[in-house]
Structure formats: structure tokens, C-alpha cells
């Protein structure tokens, strides 16, 4: 899958906006990429599913950020064969109380999927969770990194992040 292929699926699903939007991080900006419009529209989420399946190995684990990478996950788990786990941002007050959901073995490659990357805050704790629980993470997969730091948070904490999309690329031929 190319890049404009993907870029191109996220504008006709009207996932990029533009106008004055405030992000979680507390900033503003020009432009927001609505990660519930691609994550429900079925054409993104297989073009998202199919370019992480295809950059995941055979004998990967993986692993999606609730809430956000949850779909992501399940949908790249049936595209690619390979099971996943979902990374809560806060333990749960009843049930199991896990911060971890799903099968996870002590020392377990995770390849951790995430949808849009700005500071990396969200990524990078649910690293730390899924280490705290035994995980090894080397690797983080996001649909799209914001170029706002993410990336250098991210790999502050020793893990490689590809990203199917930047910022740079989605907004190059706006008009």
C-alpha cells in the first residue's frame, strides 16, 4: 500500500479536518485527524490492517491502546494471523482490575499499535504498562505521527516507531 493510497482513503472518509481544534495535550491546531471516522470506516481500517500486517512477523504479539488502537488491533490480529492484547490507560475498579487485557506471557515480543502519535504520552505509559507486566516492546506501529515530538519521546524509550503516515505527508497538497 503507498502512502497516498492511505491519505487519499482518510480525506474521502473526512477524517482530516481543519478549522481550530484542541488536543489532549492541552495545545491547539489547524488541522485534526478524527481517529474515530478511519477507525470505523471500513476501507481505512482494512488499508490501515493491511499495511501493519504486512510490517509485523509471523510469530508477533500485538498490542492496542485503549481506546483508540483497539480496533486497530483486532483488525491487524485477523489480517496478519497473529494474537493481541489491549493496553487500558488505567486499571479497572471491578473484575479483574488487569491493565493489561487478553493472554500475555512473561518475556512476550509486543508490537505495540497506536493510532495518532503527538506527544506519545498515551504510546510510551502504555509501553511502560505492558512492561510492568512482562512484555518486551521494541516496536510501536501508528497510523499517523503529528511530527510534535512523538517520535522522540517514543524512541526515548527505546522503541522504534514507524509511522504510515506524517503530518508532513497528509497536509502536503492542501490547498
Known amino acids: ?32 485527524v478524527d481517529k474515530y471516522l478511519f477507525e470505523t470506516d471500513p476501507r481505512c481500517l ?15 504479539k500485538l498490542a492496542g491502546v485503549a481506546l483508540g488502537a483497539v480496533p486497530l488491533a483486532a483488525a491487524t490480529s485477523v489480517a496478519a494471523g497473529v494474537p ?25 515480543e509486543v ?8 506527544t506519545g504520552t498515551s504510546l510510551v505509559e502504555a509501553i511502560e504498562a505492558l512492561r510492568e507486566a512482562g512484555a518486551t516492546v521494541d516496536r510501536a506501529l501508528v497510523v499517523v505521527d503529528r511530527e510534535e515530538g512523538g517520535r522522540e519521546n517514543v524512541e526515548d524509550a527505546d522503541v ?7 503530518a508532513s505527508e497528509l497536509l502536503a497538497d492542501r490547498e
Request: net charge negative; aromatic share 8%; hydrophobic share 40%.
Open 1 to 32: 500500500m503507498t502512502n497516498q493510497k492511505l491519505i487519499d482513503a482518510l480525506r474521502e472518509a473526512e477524517a482530516v479536518q481543519f478549522g481550530e481544534f484542541e488536543l489532549v495535550h492541552g495545545g491547539t491546531s489547524e488541522y485534526y
Open 46 to 60: 482494512e488499508l490501515v490492517a493491511e499495511a501493519f500486517a504486512e510490517r509485523v512477523d509471523d510469530d508477533a
Open 84 to 108: 493481541y492484547v489491549i493496553a487500558r490507560k488505567q486499571r479497572k475498579e471491578y473484575g479483574t482490575g488487569n491493565l493489561i487485557e487478553g493472554r500475555l506471557e512473561e518475556g512476550e
Open 111 to 118: 508490537v505495540v499499535l497506536e493510532d495518532i502519535v503527538t
Open 160 to 166: 522504534e516507531m514507524d509511522a504510515l503516515v506524517t
